[in-house]
């Protein structure tokens, strides 16, 4: 089964371990132990000075981490601020599940779901498009997706 909750400062390791895979998953030169170390220093830093509306998760699979969720509450919208997954666990349908459940979410208090992603992301786009997301607009790198209210 899968759950969230709410990271806190225990769980930087755990991330840091995760994003450093996932990183080493797009460049096979990285070397992700160096990259875990580099991740862990730079989250302790960072962590509890996101904004306020921001929400940090731990995704577990029947009770073990196995990715880290970010979103974004504002009362007219929802930013899918970051979806990693361990990529021993990829392609299980955790993404669609969580993200499904945002996008329900999103209709059901009538707010857009927003999210950026970058355009070499073919992958991470398929699934998007999959989910129904639309392009609104894009910069060199990047496409800003949503799904519109009312869609
Ligand atoms: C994108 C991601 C969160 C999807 O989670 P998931 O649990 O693997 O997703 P699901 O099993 O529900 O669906 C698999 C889809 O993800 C895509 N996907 C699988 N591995 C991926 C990867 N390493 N990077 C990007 N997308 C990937 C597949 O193309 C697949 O799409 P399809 O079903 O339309 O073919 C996950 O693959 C991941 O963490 N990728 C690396 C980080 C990333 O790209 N995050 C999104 C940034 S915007």
Known sequence: ???LRTATRADLPVI???LAN???QADPALDVEAQR???????????GRDEPESLLSIIELDGVPVGRLRVVRWPDRIFLGGIQVHPDHQERGIG????????????ASGRELQLTVDKIN?????????????????????????????A
């Open 37 to 47: 170390t580099a991740l862990a220093a730079d989250l302790e830093n960072w962590f």
């Open 1 to 3: 089964m899968i759950t």
């Open 96 to 107: 669609t599940e969580l993200i499904t459940a945002l996008i329900e979410e999103a209709r």
């Open 122 to 150: 073919i992958g991470a786009r398929r699934l998007y498009q999959r989910l129904g997301f639309r392009t609104e607009s894009e910069t060199v790198d990047e496409l800003h997706l949503v799904i519109p209210v009312g």
């Open 22 to 24: 996932v990183q080493g």
């Open 16 to 18: 840091a371990d995760i």
